[in-house]
Antibody, heavy 124, light 106 residues
């Protein structure tokens, strides 16, 4: 059974940093790209960024709203994806979801599995 | 960025109704479109990918159609479990989502 479990959310002050983790199981993690998607309270879904599998270079792409502040990385030996969030702003307050992305493409795809989400609150 | 626009934003319907949600892209995305269902406090669930392919385990009352810039999600006979918010997502380029359509009980 595919499972994605996020952790690391919490309350953080504006300008500070936070790192989220996504622990995967039930599939060959290294074969897939992984994306992060967020949802501000009462709002819609926003794609944050993704990391390609090593087969496609392990490189990353980001939404304009987080580019230069957020970094996605992965540890295939541990089946974990990370979202490092720096210079956090109040508008980054959201539930952050880890999702399984594409296997056969270098581009981001649809998301067939989602974690339960972890809440990040940016407030002083 | 490709903009995705869903209509309506809210839809009131009864059990047994046929429901259609529309999603329009700001430029052609071929058939690179997915649909998700989200219930309050839960993660979204994939329903449809590549515009019309039904995800495994999703009831056959859900169907998707369209290509280019105009797409639809149809629920042939609305069931109590289907009251939720639905999102479209394009993946022709970096992903973007529609703003969502909430299906409410009439």
């Amino acid at each position: 059974e595919v499972q994605l479990v996020e952790s690391g959310g919490g309350l953080v002050q504006p300008g500070r940093s936070l790192r989220l983790s996504c622990t995967a199981s039930g599939f060959t993690f290294g074969d897939y790209a992984m994306s992060w998607v967020r949802q501000a309270p009462g709002k819609g879904l926003e794609w944050v960024g993704f990391i390609r599998s090593k087969a496609y270079g392990g490189t990353t792409e980001y939404a304009a709203s987080v580019k230069g502040r957020f970094t996605i990385s992965r540890d295939d030996s541990k089946s974990i994806a990370y979202l490092q969030m720096n210079s956090l702003k109040t508008e980054d307050t959201a539930v952050y979801y880890c999702t399984r992305d594409s296997m056969y493409s270098s581009s981001s795809d649809f998301f067939d599995y989602w974690g339960q989400g972890t809440l990040v609150t940016v407030s002083s | 960025d490709i903009q995705m626009t869903q209509s309506p934003s809210t839809l009131s319907a009864s059990v047994g109704d046929r429901v259609t949600i529309t999603c329009r892209a700001s430029q052609s995305i071929s058939s690179w479109l997915a649909w998700y269902q989200q219930k309050p406090g839960k993660a979204p669930k994939l329903l449809i990918y590549k515009a019309s392919s039904l995800e495994s385990g999703v009831p056959s009352r859900f169907s998707g159609s369209g290509s280019g810039t105009e797409f639809t999600l149809t629920i042939s006979s609305l069931q109590p479990d289907d009251f939720a918010t639905y999102y479209c997502q394009q993946y022709n380029s970096l992903p973007t989502f529609g703003q969502g359509t909430k299906v409410e009980i009439k």
